[in-house]
């Protein structure tokens, strides 16, 4: 039982093995997020033999499905750390036209683990609904993640918009996910880029004291 035995189980779509060797391992010690980050590059993996048409849809449909069961058996892992006072308020989705939620879950759950407040407003999200649940909940910050280059322009849209209702500086905004950049961010006017679930918790609080 190893790290790389999940890995195989997760790229192969093999539920019920990544769920018992992700069970087995945080048993036995190993870090939840050492266990994420290896299986992200997997799911990298994944995506290049999809593009080299090397595996198909279903196949990554079901890596995909398999790491999310893997997610599953991590949150009461990661959401340890007890109490604590909340540090803002975040709207968070995938935005338009976009599916893709495996990252977003899991930065969810960083952030929950952080202390912040979470409305996730789920995948293929409009730039109307995160700005509509940003009133809603008194969001602090809207987060909004794309994996594909094709809806990364909604990021922008979304922030077009707060802009043209005066609502600009009502929100900080931070975007995400495996396509986007640092320069992405600056172009379209965000607060902030996170790489990684890991280092969103950090980055938002700093965001927060500006
Ligand atoms: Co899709 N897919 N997919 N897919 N898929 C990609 C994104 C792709 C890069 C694969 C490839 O071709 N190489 C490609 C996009 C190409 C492009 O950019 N144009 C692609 C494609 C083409 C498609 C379809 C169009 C395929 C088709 O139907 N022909 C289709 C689109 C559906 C749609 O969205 N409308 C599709 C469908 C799917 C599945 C449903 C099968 C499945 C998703 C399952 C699900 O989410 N429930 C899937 C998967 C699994 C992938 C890959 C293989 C893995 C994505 C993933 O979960 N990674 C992906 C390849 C890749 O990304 N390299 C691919 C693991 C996850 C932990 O990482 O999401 O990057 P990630 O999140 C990280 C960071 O990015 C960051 O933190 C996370 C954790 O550290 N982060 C944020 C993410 N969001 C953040 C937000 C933040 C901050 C940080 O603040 C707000």
């Known amino acids: 039982m190893s790290l790389q035995d999940l890995c195989k189980a997760v790229e192969t779509g093999d539920q019920d093995r990544g769920k018992d060797l992700a069970q087995k391992l945080v048993d036995g ?29 279903p196949e990554m449909m079901m890596s995909g499905e398999a790491m999310s069961k893997v997610v599953e058996i991590l949150t009461p892992h990661l959401k340890k750390g007890g ?47 995160f700005i509509k649940e940003a009133q809603e909940f008194g969001a602090d910050i809207i987060g909004a993640s794309s994996l594909m280059t094709t809806t990364m322009p909604h990021q922008k849209e979304m922030i077009d918009i707060l802009k043209d209702q ?7 905004v931070v975007i995400g996910g495996a396509p986007t950049t640092v320069e992405w961010a600056e172009e379209i006017g965000a607060d902030l880029y996170a790489p990684d679930a890991g280092s969103a918790t950090q980055l938002l609080s700093g965001l927060l004291k500006k």
């Open 166 to 172: 005066g609502k600009r500086d009502k929100y900080k």
């Open 29 to 57: 010690g190993t870090n939840p997020l050492e266990i994420i980050d290896a299986l992200t590059k997997v799911m990298d993996e994944i995506g290049e033999k999809f593009t080299r048409l090397e595996i198909f849809l």
């Open 83 to 129: 109490g604590g006072e909340p540090k803002g308020k975040v709207v968070l989705g995938t935005v338009k036209g976009d599916l893709h939620e495996i990252g977003k879950n899991i930065v969810k759950l960083m952030l929950q683990a952080g202390f912040f407040e979470i409305k996730d407003i789920g995948v293929d999200a409009d730039p109307m609904t």
